[in-house]
């Protein structure tokens, strides 16, 4: 019987939810990456991290602060953020397979350099994104033909949940865009040239929390994640 995975989750008010969808296969166990528990060195323990949703990022860390004032932003952790920077930088660091999940897509894409859209509906005015009476909405997505998402996918379109206000902006120079909704909304990133790269796969969906788990891009993604690092715990031996 092959060891179970150990796969790090950021910690979010539903922390339970991303491990619930991480454990369900029983391939793997969740370890929880946190900033109470200060403790971004589990990485080095972990097969693979996933990179969970919540608050917004600061925007002190794409260089436009004015952004707090002007789009009214309250939802702001700067310790978890910090704390996060902490746990990209090891994962990559130690080329361990990352999947990041809507705010985990955009914390990527900052600290390799990109910025973020502060609020959909004002910038680009598309209501499609949030939750409506508390429900997530569900929306078309276009995949980028030759993308890894693709490639995991095998499809070329599909339905998404959202739930969000914010998206990325410009790309990181390392990363593209292999997703996108309405408006040219970014849905899913990727490095640009993977080659000699960790695996990642960034998302701006919940597949934790969609209402068709068998879905290419609910249970794809966590299948095509769950194999990386079954890989990276071979390749250590």
């Known amino acids: 019987m092959n060891e179970k995975l ?7 008010g539903k922390y339970e939810n991303y491990r619930r969808w991480i454990e369900a296969t029983g391939e793997a166990e969740g370890v929880k990456l946190s900033m109470y528990l200060n403790n971004p060195e589990a990485v080095a323990a972990c097969d693979g991290v996933v990179l969970s949703g919540g608050e917004d990022v600061q925007p002190d860390l794409y260089g436009r602060p004015e952004y707090v004032k002007d789009y009214d932003l309250k939802e702001i952790i700067p310790e978890r953020d910090q704390f996060e920077y902490t746990v990209i930088g090891n994962v990559l660091a130690e080329e361990k397979p990352l999947l990041g999940i809507c705010r985990g897509l955009q914390m ?3 600290f390799l350099g990109g910025d973020l859209v502060p609020d959909i509906p004002s910038v ?3 209501g499609f994104h949030g939750k409506k009476e508390g429900v997530d909405q569900l929306h078309p997505v276009t995949i980028v033909p030759g993308s890894l998402l693709a490639t995991v996918a095998r499809v070329d379109a599909g339905q998404v949940n959202s739930a969000h206000h914010q998206s990325a902006g410009a790309p990181a120079k390392d ?3 292999a997703a996108t909704g309405d408006a040219g909304i970014v ?5 640009g040239n993977p080659q000699r790269r960790s695996w990642l796969l960034l ?3 919940h597949p934790e929390r969609m209402p068709d788990q068998g879905s290419p ?3 794809g993604v966590r299948k095509a994640f769950l194999e990386a690092c079954r890989k990276n715990l ?3 031996g």
């Open 234 to 236: 071979e390749s250590r």
């Open 108 to 110: 990527v894409n900052v």
């Open 217 to 219: 891009l609910t249970a």
């Open 175 to 177: 990363l593209k865009i």
């Open 6 to 12: 150990r796969i790090g989750i950021a910690d979010c």
């Open 124 to 126: 680009l005015h598309s």
């Open 187 to 191: 849905e899913a990133m990727e490095w």
């Open 203 to 205: 998302v701006q969906w």
